[in-house]
């Protein structure tokens, strides 16, 4: 009887080592990804698709006159990681007086993404935008909106803008909205206010879903299972 708990006890510890190995993890990601390199120099307005590398790949919408939008010589700042894409190109927001509180926004999937982070870098000049805002909605703004913050655009030549925490609040959904909304440009007819937005990044923990843990349980139990029928056959050839 001895023998035949310390081997369970050893096949249950070995199932146990064995499927921590293999089990799902929480692993950093890159959510989305823009670059905005899918474009040509001065072309309006510019790409607005995601990246591959993204766990994610949404189309960014705008709010802001098409035409005073243009793909501009890019920033080299906040690049990401493992970018397949030379660094030539970045969105351009031209006369920013006349466009505040105009906004970019795209939608994700956050039901596995906890610890999220949006970065981006950007740069003004000439009565350019000197602020930026991060909001994220539930109902694409329709009643449920948060800020997450607001942040300050200084640099002529490029700086990393980052957000965050982004609160656990916008996690575990099926549709979260993000919008950046830009805000206090002066309008000036004779200056094009600039404001150059590139490489904007939403990185995150991915958690597995729930039926990953629950396949590595049922992976457990089995092998388990296996291990006593086992012994059992075992005991029956030695009493033979």
């Avoid at 190995?21 to 670059?35: D, E, G, I, M």
């Avoid at 006369?95 to 505040?100: C, D, K, R, T, V």
């Avoid at 349980?217 to 296996?226: A, E, I, Q, S």
């Amino acid at each position: 009887m001895k023998l035949r708990k310390c081997s369970l006890f050893a096949a249950v510890v070995g199932a146990l080592l064995f499927t921590a190995a293999f089990a799902p993890r929480a692993n950093a990601v890159l959510a989305v990804y823009y670059n905005f390199e899918d474009s040509t120099l001065g072309a309006s307005p510019p790409d607005f698709t995601s990246e591959a590398i993204g766990l994610q790949t949404p189309t960014m919408t705008f709010q802001y006159a098409a035409a005073s939008m243009v793909s501009v010589a890019g920033l080299a700042f906040n690049g990401a990681a493992g970018d397949p894409d030379a660094n030539n190109l970045a969105l351009g927001l031209t006369n920013a007086g006349f466009n505040n509180l105009g906004f970019l926004q795209f939608h994700v999937d956050t039901n596995t993404l906890v610890d999220m982070n949006l970065s981006l870098a950007a740069s003004t000049s000439n009565l350019g935008f000197s602020s930026v805002e991060l909001l994220y909605s539930n109902d694409g703004f329709v009643s449920d909106t948060h800020l997450v913050g607001t942040e300050s655009i200084t640099s002529a030549i490029g700086e990393p803008i980052s957000f965050a925490p982004i609160a656990a609040a916008a996690e575990g959904q099926s549709d979260i909205t993000f919008r950046l909304v830009f805000n206090g440009a002066t309008p000036n007819g004779e200056v094009p206010q600039n404001t150059f937005i590139d490489n904007i990044q939403l990185t995150a923990t991915a958690v597995p879903e729930p039926s990953s843990y629950i396949g590595a349980l049922l992976g457990l139990v089995g092998l388990c299972w296996f291990q006593r029928r086992r012994f059992t056959r075992f005991l029956g050839l030695r009493s033979a």
